[in-house]
């Protein structure tokens, strides 16, 4: 439980939200934001308290699918009982989604957080590095209309000259989002980030395990929020800590969301976030020679192309061209996922008819 009072316009309530506590009538609960979620219970932050909550059973029952239900960053509508325990009544409305793939269910979705500004995206440099990795995670962020960073760390790790190959390498296939270079170890390029956290805004970090970002937090903290594994000799980096996602606010201003390393990320349904990620390959498109060209083997394709003259980098291509496959094959088992659904409750409709009649 905290002491601490805290505004709840500082930790991202809006006109948009007041709106419709007003509109719906809600102004006799409580408002908070989810902070911590496990097993359909929840540690929702209020203005004066951490409150342990459950969901009324409407909305329990109610609820069509997981996405229905509260997740990390959610603002709920809630009443209180006894000291620290409460009752979730309504979800507000997302002002986004950030999720993925679900890597249990095929054709599903798996929320990541909600209403998040700036995703955070943490990757080290000194092992592991991978820019279709962070074209991948860039892709989950245009998703859902959030603001990619990318956080290089460990600088301290590798030398000056390897550290500057891999930035130009970034910047020459990603180069219109913010880049920054730091160290946890040192505190290095961590001035540069502050200034991107701003009081009111939400910010969730990306990246697989043990890349620091549970550290990080302790940085921008000051203080031990987050606990941290021991440093691996034998792979040189730490052992992965985080369980689950938590929301954490920032004496400084500004509200995180911490992630679980996340070995799969697969991309959705959203062919915008892939032309947002690929602008140049989307671009070049519009010169090709057939409308349905595939961009594989066709005569006056604008990408192969590029290709050959070196104006496109093969691993962008090589990345796009997997993470469109991808996006076609969520889309298509999503499809007769619902087409399934749709026949076997129009089954069930049909056999509660058929009980009714003979009853009659």
């Not at 009982?81 to 009752?87: A, C, F, N």
């Amino acid at each position: 439980m905290t002491n601490k009072n805290y505004n709840i316009n500082d930790l991202g309530f809006d006109k948009n939200l007041g709106k419709f506590r007003i509109d719906n009538n809600l102004e006799t609960f409580s408002v908070g934001r989810v902070i911590l979620e496990h097993k359909e219970r929840y540690v929702v932050l209020t203005e004066y308290d951490e409150l342990d909550c459950e969901l009324i059973g409407n909305l329990r029952y109610t609820a069509q699918s997981r996405a229905d239900l509260p997740a990390v960053g959610d603002w709920v509508a809630l009443s209180e009982y006894d000291s620290d325990k409460g009752l979730i009544h309504t979800v507000y409305p997302r002002k986004n989604v950030l999720e993925r793939q679900s890597p249990r269910r095929n054709g599903e979705k798996q929320i990541i957080a909600s209403n998040i500004d700036y995703g955070l995206i943490v990757q080290s440099v000194n092992r592991d590095f991978s820019i279709n990795r962070l074209e991948r995670y860039i892709t989950i962020c245009h998703a859902a209309n959030i603001d990619p960073v990318i956080i290089l760390n460990k600088v301290d790790l590798v030398k000056k000259e390897q550290l500057t190959k891999l930035i130009n390498d970034v910047n020459s296939r990603i180069g219109s989002i913010l880049v920054i270079p730091i160290s946890n170890t040192t505190g290095e390029g961590l001035e540069f980030i502050r200034p991107v956290i701003k009081k009111g805004n939400t910010y969730c970090l990306l990246g697989s395990s043990g890349v620091g970002k549970s550290t990080l937090i302790n940085s921008l903290a000051g203080n031990v929020l987050m606990k941290t594994g021991a440093i691996s000799e034998a792979i040189d980096r730490g052992r992965h800590i985080t369980t689950h996602r938590e929301l954490i606010v920032l004496e400084t201003g500004g509200v995180i969301i911490d992630n679980p390393g996340m070995r799969e990320v697969g991309i959705t349904d959203s062919s915008v976030a892939l032309e947002m990620t690929f602008e140049q390959i989307y671009k070049l498109a519009e010169d090709c020679k057939f409308n349905d060209c595939s961009h594989q083997n066709e005569k006056g394709c604008a990408i192969l192309a590029a290709l050959g003259s070196g104006e496109l980098h093969q691993e962008t291509y090589d990345n796009f061209m997997k993470l469109e496959r991808e996006q076609a094959r969520f889309s298509t088992t999503m499809y007769e996922k619902r087409k399934k659904d749709k026949a076997f409750g129009k089954m069930v409709k049909q056999a509660i008819n058929q009980k009714s009649l003979k009853r009659r």
